[in-house]
Protein backbone atom coordinates (compact mmCIF):
# COMPACT_ATOMS: atom_id res chain seq x y z
CA UNK A 1 0.00 0.00 0.00
CA UNK A 2 1.78 3.22 -0.78
CA UNK A 3 1.62 6.59 1.07
CA UNK A 4 -1.32 8.05 -0.51
CA UNK A 5 -3.34 5.42 -0.21
CA UNK A 6 -2.74 4.98 3.90
CA UNK A 7 -3.16 8.22 4.02
CA UNK A 8 -6.22 8.30 1.93
CA UNK A 9 -7.72 5.56 4.48
CA UNK A 10 -6.87 7.12 7.43
CA UNK A 11 -8.75 10.52 5.91
CA UNK A 12 -11.93 8.30 5.58
CA UNK A 13 -11.13 6.63 8.97
CA UNK A 14 -11.33 9.80 10.63
CA UNK A 15 -14.47 11.24 8.76
CA UNK A 16 -16.22 8.64 9.71
CA UNK A 17 -15.39 9.05 13.29
CA UNK A 18 -16.47 12.47 13.51
CA UNK A 19 -20.06 11.76 11.62
CA UNK A 20 -20.26 9.00 13.80
CA UNK A 21 -19.25 10.80 16.83
CA UNK A 22 -21.70 13.23 16.04
CA UNK A 23 -24.78 11.20 15.94
CA UNK A 24 -24.07 9.52 18.82
CA UNK A 25 -23.82 13.03 20.82
CA UNK A 26 -26.97 14.20 18.46
CA UNK A 27 -28.73 11.56 19.92
CA UNK A 28 -27.76 11.35 23.36
CA UNK A 29 -27.97 15.50 23.55
CA UNK A 30 -29.51 17.12 21.03
CA UNK A 31 -28.19 18.89 18.04
CA UNK A 32 -26.97 21.93 20.38
CA UNK A 33 -24.37 19.98 22.20
CA UNK A 34 -22.80 18.87 19.22
CA UNK A 35 -20.20 21.81 18.30
CA UNK A 36 -16.85 21.32 16.25
CA UNK A 37 -14.60 21.84 19.96
CA UNK A 38 -16.88 19.05 21.72
CA UNK A 39 -16.46 16.87 18.43
CA UNK A 40 -12.94 17.49 18.40
CA UNK A 41 -12.49 16.77 22.23
CA UNK A 42 -14.57 13.48 21.56
CA UNK A 43 -12.37 12.25 18.61
CA UNK A 44 -9.06 13.62 20.21
CA UNK A 45 -8.33 16.09 17.17
CA UNK A 46 -7.68 19.54 17.15
CA UNK A 47 -10.29 21.68 15.27
CA UNK A 48 -8.25 22.36 12.60
CA UNK A 49 -8.35 19.18 11.90
CA UNK A 50 -11.95 18.74 11.84
CA UNK A 51 -12.25 21.80 9.94
CA UNK A 52 -10.00 19.86 7.20
CA UNK A 53 -12.82 17.68 6.83
CA UNK A 54 -16.26 19.64 7.61
CA UNK A 55 -16.41 23.56 7.18
CA UNK A 56 -18.71 23.56 9.94
CA UNK A 57 -21.62 21.74 12.25
CA UNK A 58 -23.98 22.76 8.44
CA UNK A 59 -21.42 19.57 6.45
CA UNK A 60 -21.54 17.23 9.65
CA UNK A 61 -25.40 17.67 10.01
CA UNK A 62 -25.71 16.56 5.82
CA UNK A 63 -22.90 13.93 6.11
CA UNK A 64 -25.40 12.63 9.53
CA UNK A 65 -28.53 12.82 7.05
CA UNK A 66 -26.74 10.92 4.03
CA UNK A 67 -25.93 8.29 6.43
CA UNK A 68 -29.46 7.83 7.92
CA UNK A 69 -31.31 8.25 4.72
CA UNK A 70 -29.06 5.61 3.49
CA UNK A 71 -29.74 3.60 6.65
CA UNK A 72 -34.15 4.15 5.96
CA UNK A 73 -34.08 3.05 2.41
CA UNK A 74 -32.49 -0.23 3.67
CA UNK A 75 -34.84 -0.59 6.43
CA UNK A 76 -37.91 0.37 4.08
CA UNK A 77 -37.18 -2.26 1.85
CA UNK A 78 -36.39 -4.96 4.13
CA UNK A 79 -39.54 -3.95 5.95
CA UNK A 80 -41.66 -3.98 2.51
CA UNK A 81 -39.62 -7.34 1.27
CA UNK A 82 -41.21 -9.48 4.27
CA UNK A 83 -44.47 -7.90 3.25
CA UNK A 84 -47.08 -9.97 1.36
CA UNK A 85 -49.63 -7.71 -0.73
CA UNK A 86 -49.50 -4.04 -1.60
CA UNK A 87 -51.92 -3.09 1.28
CA UNK A 88 -49.45 -5.26 3.39
CA UNK A 89 -46.54 -3.51 2.00
CA UNK A 90 -47.94 0.08 2.60
CA UNK A 91 -48.79 -0.65 5.84
CA UNK A 92 -44.90 -2.09 6.63
CA UNK A 93 -43.64 0.91 5.16
CA UNK A 94 -45.66 3.47 7.22
CA UNK A 95 -45.02 1.46 10.31
CA UNK A 96 -41.34 1.21 9.48
CA UNK A 97 -40.91 4.98 8.73
CA UNK A 98 -42.35 6.23 12.02
CA UNK A 99 -40.51 3.54 13.84
CA UNK A 100 -37.34 5.13 12.03
CA UNK A 101 -37.67 8.20 13.24
CA UNK A 102 -38.62 7.32 17.21
CA UNK A 103 -35.70 5.30 17.24
CA UNK A 104 -33.39 8.09 15.67
CA UNK A 105 -34.33 11.15 16.40
CA UNK A 106 -31.28 12.96 15.94
CA UNK A 107 -30.66 11.79 12.24
CA UNK A 108 -34.34 12.30 11.46
CA UNK A 109 -33.99 15.65 12.40
CA UNK A 110 -30.76 15.81 10.33
CA UNK A 111 -32.67 14.39 7.47
CA UNK A 112 -36.10 16.37 7.65
CA UNK A 113 -35.48 19.54 10.41
CA UNK A 114 -32.11 21.02 9.77
CA UNK A 115 -30.47 22.62 7.38
CA UNK A 116 -27.38 20.01 6.55
CA UNK A 117 -26.91 22.29 2.90
CA UNK A 118 -28.89 19.39 1.14
CA UNK A 119 -30.30 19.59 -1.90
CA UNK A 120 -33.78 18.03 -1.87
CA UNK A 121 -36.28 17.27 -4.48
CA UNK A 122 -33.72 18.80 -7.39
CA UNK A 123 -31.10 17.77 -10.14
CA UNK A 124 -28.37 18.07 -7.66
CA UNK A 125 -30.41 15.58 -4.46
CA UNK A 126 -27.26 13.62 -3.63
CA UNK A 127 -28.05 9.82 -4.35
CA UNK A 128 -28.77 8.66 -0.58
CA UNK A 129 -31.78 11.03 -0.70
CA UNK A 130 -33.00 9.58 -4.09
CA UNK A 131 -32.21 6.19 -3.37
CA UNK A 132 -34.47 6.65 -0.03
CA UNK A 133 -37.51 8.82 -2.05
CA UNK A 134 -37.06 5.61 -4.29
CA UNK A 135 -37.74 3.35 -1.40
CA UNK A 136 -40.80 4.87 -0.42
CA UNK A 137 -41.81 5.27 -4.40
CA UNK A 138 -41.24 1.28 -4.86
CA UNK A 139 -43.81 0.38 -2.34
CA UNK A 140 -46.20 3.87 -2.79
CA UNK A 141 -46.40 3.87 -6.28
CA UNK A 142 -48.03 0.58 -7.06
CA UNK A 143 -51.12 2.08 -4.63
CA UNK A 144 -51.49 5.84 -6.00
CA UNK A 145 -54.71 5.23 -8.02
CA UNK A 146 -55.71 5.62 -11.80
CA UNK A 147 -54.71 8.86 -12.92
CA UNK A 148 -52.41 9.91 -10.05
CA UNK A 149 -48.74 10.39 -10.45
CA UNK A 150 -47.20 7.59 -8.51
CA UNK A 151 -44.41 10.29 -7.34
CA UNK A 152 -47.04 13.07 -5.91
CA UNK A 153 -48.88 10.34 -4.12
CA UNK A 154 -45.53 9.11 -2.70
CA UNK A 155 -44.67 12.82 -1.79
CA UNK A 156 -48.17 13.09 -0.25
CA UNK A 157 -47.77 10.07 1.91
CA UNK A 158 -44.59 10.62 2.92
CA UNK A 159 -45.58 14.22 4.03
CA UNK A 160 -48.48 12.03 6.38
CA UNK A 161 -45.61 10.28 7.57
CA UNK A 162 -43.93 13.09 8.63
CA UNK A 163 -46.34 14.75 10.47
CA UNK A 164 -47.39 12.04 12.50
CA UNK A 165 -43.85 11.62 13.09
CA UNK A 166 -43.14 15.14 14.26
CA UNK A 167 -46.55 15.61 15.90
CA UNK A 168 -46.27 12.19 17.73
CA UNK A 169 -42.74 12.39 19.02
CA UNK A 170 -43.37 16.48 19.88
CA UNK A 171 -46.19 15.33 22.40
CA UNK A 172 -48.85 16.74 20.50
CA UNK A 173 -50.46 12.94 19.23
CA UNK A 174 -50.53 10.37 21.61
CA UNK A 175 -48.03 7.60 20.65
CA UNK A 176 -50.78 5.00 21.65
CA UNK A 177 -52.78 5.45 18.45
CA UNK A 178 -50.45 5.33 16.03
CA UNK A 179 -51.35 1.85 15.18
CA UNK A 180 -54.80 3.39 14.83
CA UNK A 181 -53.29 6.55 12.52
CA UNK A 182 -51.74 3.73 10.22
CA UNK A 183 -54.69 1.99 9.95
CA UNK A 184 -56.90 4.85 8.79
CA UNK A 185 -53.68 6.61 6.68
CA UNK A 186 -53.49 3.21 4.89
CA UNK A 187 -57.50 2.49 4.12
CA UNK A 188 -57.95 6.09 2.83
CA UNK A 189 -55.14 6.85 0.60
CA UNK A 190 -53.64 3.15 -0.85
CA UNK A 191 -56.09 2.50 -3.63
CA UNK A 192 -56.47 -1.03 -5.01
Not at 40 to 47: D, K, L, V, W
Not at 68 to 76: I, Q
Not at 108 to 130: H, I
Request: aromatic share 6%.
Amino acid sequence: MSVKERKERERAARERLIVKTARELAEQQGWDAVTTRRLAESIEYSQPVLYSHFRGKREIIGAVALQGASELAVTLRAATAAADGPRERVAALARCYLDFAERNPAVYDALFQLDGGLAYAREDTPEPLKDAFAALLESLGEVAGDGVSPGLFTETFWAALHGLATLTRSGRLPPQDTERRVQLLVDRLAVL
